[in-house]
């Protein structure tokens, strides 16, 4: 089961939504970025600094939109690989 943790609105234009998997104890972070939902980020063992790799990605993501890039439509995989 899943448990939300947090809604994070540390980035314009962007939700960054924090959940934990009680079964693996996995956080799972998921955004919505210039009201297009679900990024998939990063799913994994919380470790230090990975937030800040988390904000750093979701940022880059909301840049390319704001620039047009419709390549980053694309992908829909995680764009962070555990540590």
């Known amino acids: ?3 939300i943790l947090a809604r994070h609105k ?3 234009g962007c939700t960054i939504s924090e959940s934990l998997d009680e079964k693996t104890g996995e956080r799972n972070y998921v955004a919505t ?3 297009f939902r679900n ?11 990975v937030f800040i790799d988390i904000m750093e990605k979701v940022r880059e993501i909301r840049d390319k939109i704001d620039a047009g890039d419709e390549e980053i439509f694309k992908c829909k995989s ?3 690989e555990p540590h």
Do not use: E, H, L, T
Request: no cysteine; aromatic share 22%; glycine share 14%.
């Open 78 to 80: 995680y764009f962070i």
């Open 1 to 3: 089961m899943k448990k």
């Open 39 to 49: 990024w998939k980020i990063y799913k994994g063992v919380f470790s230090q600094g």
């Open 10 to 12: 540390n980035i314009s």
């Open 33 to 35: 970025i210039r009201g």
